[in-house]
Nanobody, 124 residues
Framework: QVQLVESGGGSVQAGGSLRLSCVAS??????MGWFRQAPGKEREGVAA????????TYSDSVKGRFTISRDNAKNTLDLQMNSLKPEDTAVYYC???????????????????WGQGTQVTVSS
C-alpha cells in the first residue's frame, strides 16, 4: 500500500522557519510536491520537483523563501520554509505522481498519491 507520511509542522511566529519532511513507503515517484490548503480556500501548489532532472517549480507566493529537496535513495521529500508569514498558515500536504511532469507543474488533479497533511500555523 502506498503511503506518504508528513512530519515537521507546528506553530511559529512570523519570520521564523520550519522544515517539513515526507517519507514515501513505496518506490520513488517521478514527480513529488508540496501543496497547502487554508480554511475556506482551495488546495494550491507550493513547490514540486522531478526525479533525476532536479527540475523544481515554486508558487510565486513562496519563491525565494521556501526550498524543496528530495533524496531518492531514502524516498524522502523536504520543504524548508523560511521567513514565514501569517498567510502561510495552512495544512500542508505531500503529494506524488507516477507521471513525469516537465516542468513539474503543480496541478492538484495530476497527483494521485497524498499524505494526511500537517498543520503549519504562523502567528503575527
Amino acid at each position: 500500500q502506498v503511503q506518504l507520511v508528513e512530519s515537521g509542522g507546528g506553530s511559529v511566529q512570523a519570520g521564523g522557519s520550519l522544515r517539513l519532511s515526507c517519507v514515501a513507503s513505496a518506490y520513488t515517484y517521478w514527480t513529488m510536491g508540496w501543496f497547502r490548503q487554508a480554511p475556506g480556500k482551495e488546495r494550491e501548489g507550493v513547490a514540486a520537483t522531478n526525479r533525476g532532472s532536479g527540475q523544481t517549480t515554486y508558487s510565486d507566493s513562496v519563491k525565494g523563501r521556501f526550498t524543496i529537496s528530495r533524496d531518492n535513495a531514502k524516498n524522502t521529500l523536504d520543504l524548508q520554509m523560511n521567513s514565514l508569514k501569517p498567510e502561510d498558515t495552512a495544512v500542508y500536504y505531500c503529494a506524488a505522481t507516477d507521471w513525469y511532469l516537465s516542468p513539474p507543474k503543480m496541478v492538484v488533479s495530476d497527483f494521485k498519491y497524498w499524505g494526511q497533511g500537517t498543520q503549519v500555523t504562523v502567528s503575527s
